[in-house]
């Protein structure tokens, strides 16, 4: 579902497409990236799903969920070995639990080198066969059901903007764009190493990388941000996540009031969900003393 943004004094179309209400856990981009990953791993008759994720992960709960309503058990390699003793205190994690999800807690170390033959062999010895996802959720699969974001009526865009973690989405995005679009990408992480992954994914040239607005890096967030996130909310009744969809309509805002857009542009906004992160994004906030982003049920 698009839905309309009404910006003042602006000759600027803005849409929004509101996949963040596909599910309410399986949040937007992630119900894309599994749809295909689950078929297949019925099909290779797996019973259980593996995946990587932090602490707060928006493709953990998204795995536990898909997983539960599917039918399948579900392991989740937790980045802390500290978090054991707290999925209580993290609605994240309690939520995939509640779910269903098993947690093997891992050192930072031990995470960092996930895809090892040696960590896959103890993972195997300990929980049996399993279909592994990536950290994420990208692969060929994941870019498939990205592919079915864009529809017909969205060819009349002339910009279709994204926020970028591995590049999975994105990679969708351009696939299924027209040539005559342009699509930017709102990296919510420092570097340039994304420039490359994408590459490898797509068959399109008509994008861009759009990096400034990653506010301090992945994860970060400043005042300016979730001021930004509350009063987008009191504007417009759209909840915006902190870590992915908030940046990346911060930048557009910016962009439109900069003038960077043609006259008369069509852009097309892709709210990929994420709205699980924010209950745990106000823990830290509220720790240091900052303002929080408001809910509102
Ligand atoms: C995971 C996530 C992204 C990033 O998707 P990638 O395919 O990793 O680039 C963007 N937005 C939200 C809300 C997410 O949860």
């Given amino acids: 579902m698009n839905q309309k943004i009404e910006i003042e004094n602006s000759d600027i179309t803005l849409y929004i497409k509101r996949e963040d209400l596909l599910h309410p856990y399986i949040s937007g981009n992630k119900y894309r990236k599994l749809k295909y990953n689950l078929a297949q791993a019925k099909k290779e008759n797996k019973n259980t799903l593996l995946t ?7 493709h953990i709960l998204a795995v536990a969920a898909a997983g539960k309503e599917n039918g399948f058990r579900t392991i989740g390699v ?11 205190e993290n609605p994240t994690l309690q939520k995939a639990q509640d779910f269903g999800m098993v947690f ?4 930072r170390t031990v995470y960092r080198d996930k895809n090892s033959a040696d960590f896959s062999k103890i993972l195997e010895e300990k929980f049996g ?4 996802l990536p950290e994420g959720g990208t692969n060929d699969l994941a870019i498939k059901g990205c592919e079915e974001i864009l529809t017909k009526a969205d060819e009349s865009f002339d910009y279709i903007c ?4 591995t590049g999975g989405t994105i990679s969708g995005v351009i696939n299924c ?4 679009q342009q699509v930017l990408g709102f990296p919510a992480l420092k570097g ?3 420039k490359e992954d994408i590459c490898k994914f797509v068959h399109n040239q008509n994008w861009e990388l759009v990096t400034e607005y990653h506010f301090g890096g992945y994860a970060k967030v400043t005042p300016e941000l979730v001021y930004f996130i509350n009063d ?7 909840p915006l996540d902190p870590i992915y969809t908030g940046k990346m309509v911060y930048g557009v805002f910016d962009l439109i009031k900069k003038e960077w857009f043609p006259r008369d542009s069509k852009i097309l906004l892709i709210h990929t969900g994420g709205l699980q992160g924010i209950a745990g994004m106000n823990q830290l906030l509220k720790q240091k003393n900052q303002i929080e982003i408001n809910t509102y049920d």
């Fill in 52 to 58: 990587f994720g932090g602490a707060f992960s928006n």
């Fill in 78 to 88: 937790i980045r802390g070995e500290e978090l054991w003793d707290k999925i209580a």
């Fill in 104 to 107: 093997e807690f891992v050192s």
């Fill in 129 to 132: 066969d399993f279909y592994r």
């Fill in 162 to 165: 994204c926020a970028i973690g």
């Fill in 177 to 180: 764009s027209k040539h005559s």
């Fill in 192 to 194: 340039d190493f994304l």
């Fill in 232 to 238: 987008f909310y009191q504007k417009y009744q759209i």
